[in-house]
């Protein structure tokens, strides 16, 4: 009697220490797609005025929602949506920047995407 007891303890503490690594590999996964930033040392950093800070703050909230919507996705799909969002925020903070502020937020989006393993 002792023995099978001894077993289901030990399975079920197997099970559970399973559960716990993928919970936290899914937490990890989630953070990685966590884009938000402190606008205004983003500000800083690109030169922006203040119209241009409430523009790009704007594209900036719609690509973090975006990718949190990636990050929430199934595995296959996960690649298309990121290069779907990562392509719209470019092209409408192309629209707000001047060509050097657009040089500098590209170096920045591509070094932080490449930081969390999401530029492949």
């Known amino acids: 009697m002792k023995k099978i007891v001894l077993v289901v303890v030990a399975m079920l503490s197997m099970t559970t220490a399973f559960a716990e690594n993928e919970k936290a590999n899914n937490v990890n996964a989630v953070n990685?797609?966590?884009?938000?930033?402190?606008?205004?040392?983003?500000?800083?950093?690109?030169?922006l005025t203040f119209e241009q800070m409430e523009?790009?703050?704007?594209?900036?909230?719609?690509f973090c929602g975006e990718m949190m919507i990636a990050s929430?996705?199934?595995?296959?799909?996960r690649k298309s949506l990121v290069e779907s969002a990562?392509?719209?925020?470019?092209?409408?903070?192309?629209?707000?920047?001047?060509?050097?502020?657009?040089?500098?937020y590209n170096l920045l989006l591509n070094t932080t995407?490449?930081?969390?393993?999401?530029?492949?």
């Open 113 to 120: 995407l490449t930081n969390r393993g999401l530029n492949q």
């Open 72 to 77: 929430q996705a199934h595995q296959d799909d």
């Open 32 to 47: 990685a797609y966590d884009m938000s930033v402190n606008i205004r040392k983003l500000g800083e950093a690109l030169g």
């Open 55 to 62: 523009t790009v703050s704007d594209i900036h909230r719609t």
């Open 86 to 104: 990562v392509n719209k925020d470019l092209k409408y903070m192309g629209y707000v920047l001047t060509a050097r502020q657009f040089e500098k």
